[in-house]
């Protein structure tokens, strides 16, 4: 047909590590640097991949929702003391 697969998958491995640098830049710029930064957010798309399927992108899609749902509910009822640091940040207790 035409299309160079190679290209492709290049362009595409090009295209998704320009968007993870700008994302480290703007978390950078928003959070304190140190070399564990993205490791929580990092994990838990890993956890979501894994809890709907991989490779299956509406799967995934809904396993992130319910991490965030999950998490949303527990950190309205658990003590402070349980919540992520980053996370204590953004509520106003």
């Known amino acids: 047909m035409g299309i160079n697969t190679n290209r492709i998958i ?3 491995f090009i295209f ?4 993870a640098a700008v994302a480290g830049v703007l ?3 928003h959070y304190k640097v ?5 490791i929580n957010s ?4 890993f956890i979501a991949a ?3 399927g991989i490779g299956n992108i509406p799967g995934a899609v809904l396993g992130g929702l319910l991490i965030g749902l999950i998490e949303a509910l527990l950190i309205g ?6 919540i992520p640091i980053p996370m204590r940040r ?3 207790f």
Not at 16 to 19: H, K, V
Not at 34 to 38: E, I, N, Q, R, S
Not at 77 to 82: E, F, T, V
């Open 10 to 12: 290049s362009l595409t």
């Open 16 to 19: 998704g590590s320009s968007l």
């Open 27 to 29: 978390d950078g710029i």
């Open 34 to 38: 140190d070399p564990l930064m993205g």
């Open 42 to 45: 990092g994990l838990k798309a």
């Open 50 to 52: 894994v809890l709907g």
């Open 77 to 82: 009822n658990l003590p402070s003391a349980y």
């Open 90 to 92: 953004h509520l106003s």
